[in-house]
């Protein structure tokens, strides 16, 4: 059979534009949405046990009377997190994933749709738990964080490079526990900021409280910052 004949009875698809390209446009729009209803929404992803839920209790503590805060939780399964949330007086969602291991522009435009956002000034969508796909996927958020707690070691940003290039701001969490692991501060900074000159690093002890102040007057500068301009 000629190659003229074969290419008559075979379609052949040409894939020229970003697969991401209409989670893009999608997450541009909800960014939009959000400045208009005056709600900071940020993106806080990590890998599984770093203490994401822990940390946004602690913060949660450290925002009232200052911030409205609201959580949504994605799972792939499960109501636990949103349970712990609610159970501690924070408003929270839970999102089921469907099996994918990430949250998308459209899944968190569907959450917040169902949450609603009025009197809310923070929101703070936490991400499937999970060091690579939620980094390939825009949210819509206004600011994307990551959390990094001690026991994982100082070489994540090596390893899991995008993570870190996508994130505004660096959580380092567990720090009471530095002194029992072969943790290096100076190094992870340096191989953080190898990834991405510009991540602010914050390190915290979820369980203690130390470090939580200013992680609180990260919370609260940004959200004025995205509120008022």
């Not at 499937?128 to 707690?149: H, M, Q, R, Y």
């Not at 100082?154 to 993570?163: E, G, S, T």
């Not at 567990?174 to 953080?192: E, R």
Request: aromatic residues 6%; hydrophobic residues 40%; contains cysteine.
């Amino acid at each position: 059979m000629s190659d003229a004949i074969t290419k008559d009875r075979i379609r052949v698809i040409e894939v020229k534009k970003s697969i991401f390209e209409d989670n893009d446009k999608d997450a541009i729009k909800l960014r939009k949405q959000m400045k208009e209803e005056k709600t900071f929404l940020l993106n806080l992803m990590s890998s599984p046990g770093s203490g994401k839920t822990t940390t946004l209790l602690a913060l949660a503590k450290e925002l009232k009377g200052q911030l409205n805060m609201g959580v949504m939780e994605a799972d792939i399964d499960s109501i636990v997190d949103a349970k712990i949330m609610e159970d501690a007086g924070i408003p929270s969602i839970q999102i089921h994933t469907g099996g994918m291991c990430h949250l998308d522009a459209d899944m968190t435009r569907q959450g917040l749709s169902e949450f609603g956002t009025k009197d809310m000034d923070l929101v703070v969508l936490e991400n499937v738990g999970n060091l690579v796909c939620p980094a390939e996927f825009d949210t819509g958020a206004a600011k994307n964080a990551t959390i990094l707690s001690v026991p994982e070691g100082d070489d994540k940003p090596l390893k899991y490079p995008l993570m870190y290039e996508k994130c505004d701001l660096l959580i380092v969490n567990k720090i009471d526990v530095m002194d029992y692991f072969d943790f290096d501060k100076q190094q992870l900074i340096k191989n953080a900021r190898m990834r991405n000159p510009n991540i602010e690093i914050i390190f915290i002890s979820a369980k203690t409280g130390e470090g939580m102040g200013q992680l609180g007057k990260w919370m609260i500068e940004n959200t004025r910052r995205w509120i008022n301009s």
